[in-house]
């Protein structure tokens, strides 16, 4: 079944409002049509979600489908990192995690926890998803789907930050300007070095576990949620679609097709249990 899996495959992200801290990267000094002032709304800069706040938000979800399963994760942080912490260090380890790398004692040839497999990040090995940056665009119809692109809308938004001395009567401090990407929507691309059932199977549920806590805000993407941004609406687009299906997910003046009706139907019933089964087995091996 995992060889009618493609090598990559694709989230649907939709959200209101993305904050990434100042890491967005725009093109508004080249693409941007003669309208570069960044607070026009109709303004046409496109730009850049790095692929890491993307990746810590997914990984996270991961790890919470590896607690379901009674299974424990790679911490994602190195443990001698930085020991001021080393009490939280120590708790997340009582806590559903070891760490890092210890899942594998030779990490070339083993490939260790699932979550180090897809992960990496330990003697050199890179992991087998690689996850890429989400490229957005106000125009869709220059959004291209197929390549992980999104339609996004560039915004500068202005914060006041004021002293939280209550003597000082919420004194103005200084004004922050945050990059933000407004009513965004289109495709995260993943691509498996290597497919393995189990990987599908991990990436279906922590998308599901993702989309039903994205009001938890230790699930939410990015920065700035206590103002709201972040709610990501996610789900992974059928693996067993074919690019011209795909698109057809973002055409709003058409629906399935029967073929992906029928497509949609086997997902649901044969291929998502058989993925979800493998990762029960490969998290009850142990780490
Ligand atoms: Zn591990």
Known sequence: MIEDINRDVFVRIQTD???????????????????????????????????????????????????????????????????????VYERDLDDGYHEKGA???????????????????FGGVPGKVMRRPIKFNPVRSSVDY??????????????NIVSRNREDNREPLRNAEVDAVANLDGCWHLSFRETKPEFIGLLAESIDFLDLHKTDFMHQLGGARNFGAGIVDCHLINPLYEERELKRVFDRG??????????????????????????????????
């Open 254 to 287: 058409k629906g399935n097709t029967n073929k992906m009706d029928e497509k949609d139907d086997q997902w649901a019933e044969e291929y998502r249990p058989a993925f979800v089964e493998a990762l029960e087995e490969r998290i009850g091996e142990g780490p």
């Open 146 to 159: 197929t390549r992980g692109q999104a339609e996004g809308h560039y915004r500068r938004l202005n914060r």
């Open 103 to 121: 899942c594998t004692d030779n990490p070339k040839e083993d490939d260790g926890c699932v979550v180090f497999d897809l992960f990496g990040g």
């Open 17 to 87: 409002l993305l904050v990434v801290g100042d890491s967005i990267m725009t093109d508004r000094h080249h693409a941007s049509n003669g309208n570069y002032e960044d607070d026009d709304p109709q303004n046409q800069i496109g730009g850049i979600i790095p692929a890491f706040p993307l990746s810590g938000w997914l990984r996270h979800g991961m790890e919470e489908v590896v607690h379901k399963y009674d299974g424990t994760a790679c911490h994602p942080g190195e443990a001698s990192a930085n020991f001021m912490k080393s009490d």
